[in-house]
């Protein structure tokens, strides 16, 4: 089982920008997929980016398309994913949960096998 644990949110502007950490430890952290999802208030969980354990394949919701890039760095003990969101807008408010390990569609949340507690990001208007 991967442990993660998110960073990095907060609150910002419309117009501004964040950028999230996950650390992912544990299990076979270094050679799977790592993800990015968000869940806003009512709404179910949907996928925002993910990338492979090389960082070779990435795609992205096409929501967040050209606003945020997904990135990772994997050292001995643990791997690191980022999501820098730019150009953030109020939609984009919810609660960003890093996830690991699918053993499906990476863009389908309940394939996701590994959770990370999540982090807030409000966007003001």
């Known amino acids: 089982q991967v442990q993660l644990a998110e960073s990095g949110g907060g609150l910002v502007q419309a117009g501004g920008s964040l950028t999230l950490s996950c650390a992912a430890s544990?299990?076979?952290?270094?050679?799977?997929?790592l993800g990015w999802f968000r869940q806003a208030p009512g709404k179910e969980r949907e996928f925002v980016a993910v990338?492979?354990?090389?960082?070779?394949?990435?795609?992205?919701a096409d929501s967040v398309k050209g606003r945020f890039t997904i990135s990772r760095d994997n050292a001995d003990s643990k791997s690191t994913v980022f999501l820098q969101m730019n150009s953030l807008k109020p939609e984009d408010t919810a609660v960003y949960y890093c996830?690991?390990?699918?053993?499906?569609?990476?863009?389908?949340?309940?394939?996701?096998?590994?959770w990370g507690q999540g982090t807030q990001v409000t966007v003001s208007s």
């Open positions: 544990g299990g076979t952290f270094s050679s799977i997929p």
């Open positions: 990338i492979s354990w090389t960082g070779g394949t990435i795609f992205y």
């Open positions: 996830a690991a390990d699918p053993d499906g569609d990476w863009k389908d949340p309940q394939f996701w096998g590994d």
